[in-house]
Each structure stands twice: as structure tokens, then as C-alpha cells.
């Protein structure tokens, strides 16, 4: 069983540059969620990815996007960045539909700095 | 709107000592709610789920909708149980996961 991959593990952009992270799911999984990390902070969810469509997003601005491939994996785009988005990037991938299987497993995470 | 707090950032113990994490929830539906932990160098992993009522590592968490608790309970703490530990509630079509902001065990030999 392979579990879930992102990369690139570091990532320098500076203001108003674009970012395209990537996560790879865990073998079996169809649903990826990305979330976004600040330091000394839990995780806070952006948007997730069912079926290559988005399935729920959470307060983040349309400059944050995404898509999922027939693959499962997913891309996070971010356009025109902004010195606060400097944080851990998680991806985390499941298998919706089915009660008590639906757990959430996640990447190591792509760390991003804008300057 | 869900959210889920931890009020200690920091909490140390000896080994051989119990331990409780605090969690205190808000969500007007009926909440799932899972304990995840971050050793150091790797990544996110679920420790237990509410809903399973099992003993992962010899932690327990149970349910207090009356008190919106789910407190992290273990009767004697080791030395490998220093970690990152994060409350999570789920929610929405997505069961998209609102995290606490984490309390960092530290287990002192």
C-alpha cells in the first residue's frame, strides 16, 4: 500500500508569483483534501476533491484553487501570493462513501515561504 | 460554526504519570471527533476516532456531549508518547476536518 506523496517538499516563491503543489493519494483512496498549516497552528481546511470536482471548501479566496485528476491526485494552485500564505501545505486523501472508512491520511507536506 | 479548542499549548509530565489532553468542541449538529498525532519528523496520523470507543496505544478519549468535551486520557505515560497531539471535529459533505491549535506532550524520563 503506498501512502500519500507530495512535492515538492520546499518550495521559495515570492509576492504575487502563482505555486502549483502536488499530492499523489494512497492507493485505493478516490477523495483528496488540502489543508493549510501556519506555524504554531493545527491544520485549516481549503477545499477537498471527490470525483475530479470540488466537494466542499472552506474560507479560503478564489485565488486558491485546485483539481483532481482520474487518478486521484490533485494539484493546489495559488495564484498571486501573498506573504501570509508562507505555510505547511497538507494533502490528505480517503475513500468516501463508506461509514467508518472515510479516515483521513496524510502527506508529509510541501512547506512554502513567500518572500 | 464548528470549533474545536485545546487550551494548552504545552504540557509536560514524568513517565509512569497519567495524562489528559484537553478538548473542548462547538458544533450544532452531532459531532465525529478524532485525536490525531505528529511524532517529531513525520507526518499527521489518526490516533483514534470517537466512534470506534477503542484504546490506541493505550489512549482513550470519550465523548462528553453534555460538557462538548473529548478529552485524551492515559493512565501512564512513556517516554515515546512525546508528540504533537491535535484535536479534530468532523463536519460537512466533505467531513472536512476543523482542527485545534495542538498541545506538545513532552514525557520526562
Known amino acids: 500500500e503506498t501512502g500519500v506523496t507530495q512535492s515538492p517538499t520546499h518550495l521559495i516563491k515570492t509576492r504575487g508569483q502563482q505555486v502549483t503543489l502536488r499530492c499523489s493519494s494512497q492507493?485505493?483512496?478516490?477523495?483528496v483534501s488540502w489543508y493549510q498549516q501556519a506555524l504554531g497552528q493545527g491544520p485549516q481546511f481549503i477545499f477537498q476533491?471527490?470525483?475530479?470536482?470540488?466537494?466542499g471548501r472552506g474560507n479560503f479566496p478564489p485565488r486558491f484553487s485546485g483539481l483532481q485528476f482520474p487518478n486521484y491526485s490533485s494539484e493546489l494552485n495559488v495564484n498571486a501570493l501573498e506573504l501570509d500564505d508562507s505555510a505547511l501545505y497538507l494533502c490528505?486523501?480517503?475513500?468516501?462513501?463508506?461509514?467508518?472508512?472515510?479516515?483521513?491520511?496524510f502527506g508529509p507536506g510541501t512547506r512554502l515561504t513567500v518572500l | 460554526a464548528q470549533r474545536v479548542t485545546q487550551p494548552e499549548k504545552l504540557l509536560s509530565v514524568f513517565k509512569g504519570a497519567p495524562v489528559e489532553l484537553k478538548c473542548n468542541y462547538s458544533?450544532?449538529?452531532?459531532?465525529?471527533l478524532f485525536w490525531y498525532v505528529q511524532y517529531s519528523r513525520q507526518r499527521l496520523q489518526l490516533l483514534l476516532r470517537?466512534?470506534s470507543r477503542e484504546s490506541i496505544k493505550g489512549f482513550t478519549a470519550d465523548l462528553n456531549k453534555g460538557e462538548t468535551s473529548f478529552h485524551l486520557k492515559k493512565p501512564f505515560a512513556q517516554e515515546e508518547d512525546s508528540a504533537m497531539y491535535y484535536c479534530?471535529?468532523?463536519?460537512?459533505?466533505?467531513?472536512?476536518?476543523?482542527f485545534g491549535s495542538g498541545t506538545q506532550l513532552t514525557v520526562l524520563p
Open positions: 458544533y450544532s449538529g452531532s459531532p465525529e
Open positions: 479534530a471535529l468532523s463536519s460537512g459533505s466533505a467531513r472536512q476536518l476543523t
Open positions: 470517537h466512534i
Open positions: 476533491y471527490y470525483r475530479e470536482e470540488e466537494n
Open positions: 492507493s485505493g483512496h478516490n477523495t
Open positions: 490528505a486523501s480517503s475513500l468516501a462513501g463508506l461509514a467508518g472508512k472515510d479516515t483521513q491520511y
